[in-house]
């Protein structure tokens, strides 16, 4: 049997979109000779549509659209993902499924029986769990079909759940695992997928087409990277990263061996923040970017990406030096305008930096943290201005370990409609940046080398307030990716008082990051979504 792996990106709620787009899939399937052809999980509504799901008229037009496939299938058949309504009063409204389409009919649906309500999912607020497991047959074939989570239980340390969808199958004696997924990227992902995978085989035995979505949904990127598994547990086919594919495999001849790629973590994060980027303005319709270039290394990498992402030509960089700007910041930032091929503007704020301390020594003499953060107030009113001016989305440049403990500006330089570095520590910002400069100096050397400084003060340098960043993210991962207390970490070997100062800035500056942009997740614990702290609280008080 020929089958047709559909790695797609979608667009959450674009019926008539994301119709066309399966339409296209099925008729280049066929025309290529294969026998079934199969999209990833909720590819009808894209994934997470979340409280979309709540709305009755967006589950009836899900399900028209899915019945608009139906015509296509008269030679081909179609595994699809859609939502679909709980026929009993109990449970919740909705089922998860994967729906087997041929000949005009469908000759099967199958619910999700594993809902993750853990890090970014929350599925369990909107499905119901499968209670009945049945595979489909086609071409003398019998074929289990799961969805995502339903796979990700086996091989695990410490399974989640308590029931395995797979095994519900194998009374039947099934002869193919097909498994549709909306699988979330972060840097580790790639190879946990084939681990996950692989324990499946070996438990098994049965070869796995595994699916996933390309592409990014606001916070949310998806790789993609598709998978078939041959039955002695080795990867026969895996699909590019971050781009769309439809790849033919012969599900009788799983008998050759694709090298499995090596997955180096910086260019997969490099990529992925591409992707981020690029989908977040193409699905919202909008192309241009502006954002504030300081001669520093955040804003020099974002401009990278950014640059990448949407094109030179629709990139505008801000820079605005204050009486604390150094010149060799300025000259840095031009260079790597220069380099890019972006526009850059320089507007001083130093007239009216002077004119709102002139007003507000009417009240009180301003001065410490109240005269750093006039600021880059100041500089976002600019930098919005430019961005409601020529219908630009403010990209906000800052980083992890600085929203972590709150070294930022609310509704200053914490501003803007997407956080593109807010889930990348600081260290590996100049990983990132020393990637981009692999073949030629595109960010000034002097970016990198010197010691990283907001510039709101005399001779400022971040370890004025931070410890370095080579001792502070370590504690930061322990605490937010690791989810280790104070305790833990100091056992580790980390100075006592330290680690409780980092970990009550983190504490203390939740409400900060409450309101900072989308951030794009490319670690397995980012800020929003994934990660739902309290605002008021008394840990580690």
């Not at 899915?66 to 449970?91: C, F, H, M, Q, W």
């Not at 607020?125 to 339903?150: N, Q, S």
């Not at 605005?320 to 704020?349: C, F, Q, T």
């Not at 409609?417 to 595109?442: C, F, H, M, P, Q």
Request: with cysteine.
């Amino acid at each position: 049997m020929k089958i047709a792996l559909a790695q797609i990106n979608l667009i959450i709620g674009d019926f008539e979109g994301n119709a066309a787009k399966h339409i296209r899939l099925i008729e280049e399937a066929r025309r290529r000779g294969a026998d079934l052809i199969v999209f990833p999980e909720l590819s009808i509504t894209g994934y997470p549509p979340r409280d979309f799901l709540e709305f009755k008229d967006f589950v009836a037009r899900a399900n028209a659209t899915l019945e608009r496939l139906k015509p296509y299938s008269r030679d081909i058949a179609v595994i699809a993902g859609v939502p679909t309504v709980n026929p009993r009063k109990e449970g919740k409204d909705l089922f998860n499924s994967a729906v087997f389409l041929y000949e005009g009919r469908e000759l099967r649906r199958q619910h999700k029986t594993l809902l993750p309500t853990y890090d970014i999912f929350d599925e369990a607020r909107y499905f119901e769990p499968a209670d009945e497991w049945k595979p489909v047959e086609f071409k003398g074939k019998k074929i289990a079909l799961t969805i995502c989570e339903d796979i990700w239980n086996l091989g695990n340390e410490n399974p989640l759940y308590t029931v395995n969808p797979v095994e519900k199958f194998l009374p039947y004696r099934p002869d193919l695992l097909i498994n549709i997924s909306a699988s979330p990227f972060d840097y580790l992902h790639a190879k946990e997928r084939i681990r996950v995978l692989k324990a499946n085989v070996r438990a098994y035995g049965l070869p796995i087409v595994y699916v996933n979505h390309t592409g990014a949904q606001t916070d949310l990127i998806f790789d993609g990277g598709s998978l078939v598994m041959t039955p002695s547990g080795t990867v026969y086919r895996e699909l590019p990263f971050f781009t769309e594919a439809l790849e033919i495999i012969d599900s009788d001849a799983l008998d050759q061996t694709d090298r499995e790629r090596e997955k180096p973590e910086i260019p997969l994060i490099y990529r992925a923040l591409v992707t981020g980027i690029r989908d977040y303005f193409g699905k919202i319709g909008l192309k241009s970017a502006v954002l504030g270039l300081s001669g520093g290394i955040d804003s020099a990498v974002t401009a990278v990406l950014a640059a990448e992402a949407l094109g030179s030509s629709h990139v505008e960089a801000l820079l605005m030096p204050s009486r604390y700007s150094s010149e060799s910041s300025v000259k840095d930032a031009l260079k790597l305008a220069e380099n890019l091929g972006i526009s850059a503007k320089i507007i001083s704020i130093e007239k009216p930096f002077q004119a709102v301390e002139e007003e507000l020594r009417s009240f009180f003499v301003p001065k410490g943290i109240t005269l750093e953060n006039i600021q880059p107030r100041l500089r976002m009113i600019y930098l919005m201005a430019f961005a409601n001016q020529y219908g630009h989305i403010l990209l906000n440049t800052s980083n992890k370990s600085e929203l972590a403990v709150g070294y930022g500006t609310l509704y200053g330089d914490l501003a803007g409609g997407l956080s593109v570095l807010g889930d990348v520590y600081k260290t590996r910002v100049y990983e990132l940046a020393r990637y981009i400069n692999r073949d030629e100096e595109i960010i000034p050397r002097n970016i990198i080398d010197k010691p990283p400084s907001a510039e709101l003060k005399p001779d400022q340098k971040d370890t004025d307030t931070l410890p370095p960043y080579e001792i502070l993210d370590p504690i930061l991962y322990r605490y937010i990716e690791e989810r280790k207390g104070p305790r833990e970490i100091i056992t580790e070997g980390f100075d006592p008082e330290l680690v409780k100062r980092v970990l009550r800035m983190v504490n203390r500056n939740e409400f900060k990051r409450y309101q900072t942009a989308p951030v794009l997740r490319v670690t397995p614990k980012a800020f929003g979504m994934g990660r739902r702290m309290p605002i008021v609280a008394k840990y580690l008080e």
